[in-house]
């Protein structure tokens, strides 16, 4: 099974974004949507698949850890 993480764009060049989760930064491709500095996207596979609202990525992003500590 393979899941998306949604992170927190913090610079963009091109069809590329850096993008944070928690703190790690990651290379992710943006060529399928078009995000802004700020913004949270849902990335699979190093591409990210949607633009999200803050409030259901920052929800994901704590049920993400609430499943982590559990392991």
Not at 1 to 27: L, Q, Y
Not at 42 to 52: N, S
């Amino acid at each position: 099974m393979c899941i998306a993480v949604p992170g927190r764009v913090v610079e963009i060049d091109e069809a590329n974004a850096k993008v944070s989760f928690n703190g790690n930064m990651v290379n992710v491709n943006t060529g399928l949507v078009e995000p802004k500095v700020g913004q949270y996207v849902l990335v699979h596979a190093g591409c990210a698949i949607e633009v999200m609202d803050k409030d259901k990525a920052e929800e994901l992003i704590e049920l993400f850890a609430e499943i982590e500590e559990m392991q």
